[in-house]
């Protein structure tokens, strides 16, 4: 029979064979001659060729991190997303944080590797998360890294980039305005992550003691304040507002700081200056908070170097420490300075942000540094003092239920002698439910106290009495040698 005569299968097969050997022997040879990187370059750079070339698809990467900070068109997405669940989403991530709530709402959010697809205008945009292992050979490190891919067609990129990614934004930014879960975060400073869980404090203006006019000033410094970002652009300020409350123990500054939050909706960013190594990890430490927040630092009096002028030296250590991170090993448990810290205040760096509250609580402003409260350092000191009876009006009012007693005139007036703070009133005033037990007890509560206190005012009288009589005595010893030895 004549013409083309086919292989057999065992030609074929044994055709295969040789071709695989072959295309492992070259292999080998190249994974043995060229180094692993510049492999990985050349097929990165072949797919990116075949791709841009073949491919009528564009691709957009959202990246977690933008220049070492967080990437807010990241988060924007992140915010996103979750409320373009589809009918061809495959999975989703769901939960809360919420420790103190079982039953709380679940929340959804974008699970890795999961395909979500909007539509905008007519455009189609595809979704996916992706993330990697981070590699752990930097000091700071974030454990993985994620970011969005987006794809849509090339023609459609301007679009994308002039109307969908704004669009993004301004909906993600309404989301965060109208949130209704607040966090409160701490500092991981073995992890180098702000740790969150939810705040839910019951805390509000309407439930703080204090003097009507004071609370009132406050709630309408705040109001002005986030209405302001058009007059803090025009005057050339960082969009921030400084607190400082101050005053004993007990007088509602923390209570403060959590009825501000509740009355914005910030979220609080509550940071232990004595567990920051240096003014290094404390720049990390605050870029890496997000607008509309509180930052609190509470006792700064007790942050030692913070409240310390620093010296030349230091100052020079911290720029090395930047462009050497093993010099910043070195010299890591410097902790923070004072002039780290006002860098954040009203420094340069204190217009990374938008839309902040610093707030520094203290029992001793005398101990601050005065650069601290230099006028425009912090622009508003509050002192925050004893029960008045305004404020104890109030708390008998939230903890009784009552607006008036005959008690009340004689609590007012023994409060007018003896200091008692809003916590040791609302300490007395949960003692029972039966307001004239309760008032009562507040009653004995002052009067004690009273005696407590003239009983040390009295042992400090009796003190100096004593020293004043030994330094009598020791004089006329003196006195004594004197004529002894004159004779
Ligand atoms: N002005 C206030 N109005 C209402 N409740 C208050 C007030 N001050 C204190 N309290 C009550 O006392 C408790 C303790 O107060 P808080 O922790 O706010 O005081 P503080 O001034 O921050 O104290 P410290 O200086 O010790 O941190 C609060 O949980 C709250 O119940």
Redesign the pocket.
Same mark, same amino acid.
């Given at each position: 029979m004549g013409g083309l005569q086919l292989p057999t299968m065992s030609t074929l097969l044994s055709l295969y064979a040789s071709l695989s050997a072959v295309a492992m022997i070259v292999r080998t040879i190249l994974n043995d001659m060229i180094p692993e990187s510049i492999r990985e370059f050349i097929s990165w750079k072949a797919s990116d060729f075949f791709s841009s070339y073949f491919s009528r698809d564009f691709t957009f990467l959202i990246e977690d991190h933008w220049e070492a900070v967080d990437n807010e068109t990241f988060r924007a997405v992140q915010a996103y997303l979750p409320t373009k669940v589809g009918p061809d989403t495959g999975c989703l991530l769901l939960g809360h944080n919420d420790n103190n709530n079982l039953l709380a709402a679940a929340q959804t959010g974008v699970s890795v590797y999961t395909r979500i697809v909007d539509h905008f205008q007519g455009m189609k945009l595809e979704w996916t998360l992706n993330e990697k292992e981070e590699s752990k050979n930097s000091h700071y490190y974030t454990p993985k890294k994620q970011w969005f891919q987006l794809r849509c067609k090339r023609s459609d990129r301007d679009r994308v980039f002039d109307g969908y990614i704004p669009h993004i934004c301004r909906t993600a930014e309404e989301i965060f305005k109208d949130r209704e879960i607040l966090s409160i975060y701490t500092y991981n400073r073995e992890e180098f992550y702000w740790e969150s869980t939810v705040f839910k404090h019951p805390?509000t203006f309407e439930?703080?003691? &204090?003097e009507p006019e004071q609370k009132q000033g406050i709630i309408d410094d705040l109001d002005l304040f986030v209405r302001r970002k058009e007059y803090f652009r025009t005057v050339g300020r960082a969009w921030k507002r400084g607190y400082l409350?101050w005053?004993? *123990?007990? /007088?509602?500054?923390? /209570? +403060?700081?959590?009825a501000i939050a509740n009355h914005l909706r910030f979220h609080i960013y509550d940071l232990q200056l004595q567990g920051i190594r240096s003014d290094f990890e404390l720049r990390r430490v605050l870029t890496a908070t997000t607008n509309r927040s509180i930052l609190l630092i509470?006792?700064v009096d007790c942050s030692s170097n913070s409240t310390k002028p620093r010296s030349v030296d230091e100052t020079l250590n911290d720029d090395e420490d930047e462009n050497h991170p093993d010099e910043k090993k070195r010299s890591s448990d410097k902790g923070v300075t004072l002039s780290g810290l006002l860098n954040f205040i009203d420094g340069l760096w204190s217009s990374c942000g938008d839309e902040r509250i610093i707030i520094f609580?203290t029992?001793h402003k005398e101990k601050l540094d005065p650069a601290l409260l230099r006028p425009g350092r912090m622009d508003v000191h509050l002192y &925050?003092g004893h029960?008045t009876a305004a404020?104890f009006k +109030? +708390?008998a009012g939230?903890y009784l239920g009552i607006q008036d007693h005959v008690i009340f005139k004689r609590i007012e007036d023994l409060m007018l002698k003896i200091p008692a703070? *809003?916590?040791e009133v609302?300490?007395q005033l949960m003692v029972s439910g039966k307001p004239e037990v309760a008032l009562n007890g507040l009653v004995q509560f002052l009067k004690e106290k009273g005696i407590e206190i003239e009983k040390s005012e009295g042992k400090e009288e009796l003190s100096s009495k004593k020293l004043w009589s030994l330094m009598r005595k020791w004089k006329n010893k003196k006195k004594r040698m004197r004529l002894v030895a004159e004779e």
């Open positions: 805390a439930t703080l003691a &204090m409350l005053g004993p *123990p007990g /007088t509602g500054k923390s /209570t +403060l700081v959590a509470e006792d609580t029992n &925050m029960c404020g +109030l +708390l939230k703070t *809003p916590a609302a300490q």
